[in-house]
């Protein structure tokens, strides 16, 4: 995560899967009382956990779908 103050779009929806394309739901993990997204498509592996609010897992999510989109540039 590179800043707290960085804008995490809107927060009302999740954002897209960055290997699939699927909605990828951002939610509270009530085990562990932190946010995890992880993706609904059966054979993709993406996903990710504690974090310690619903928008930083957004961020962290997007973050990961810019560097996923940078490796095969």
């Given at each position: 995560?590179?800043?707290s103050?960085?804008?995490?779009?809107?927060?009302?929806?999740?954002?897209?899967?960055?290997?699939?394309?699927?909605?990828?739901?951002?939610?509270?993990d009530?085990?562990?009382?932190?946010?995890?997204?992880e993706?609904?498509?059966?054979?993709?592996?993406?996903?990710?956990?504690?974090?310690?609010?619903?928008?930083?897992?957004?961020i962290?999510?997007?973050?990961?779908?810019e560097?996923?989109?940078?490796?095969?540039?």
């Open positions: 995560m590179t800043n103050d960085e804008y995490a779009g809107d927060m009302r929806w999740g954002w897209t899967c960055p290997r699939c394309n699927a909605d990828v739901p951002v939610h509270r009530d085990d562990s009382e932190t946010f995890r997204w993706c609904p498509v059966d054979d993709c592996p993406s996903v990710g956990f504690g974090f310690t609010s619903r928008r930083r897992a957004r962290a999510l997007r973050e990961y779908r560097a996923y989109r940078n490796i095969y540039r």
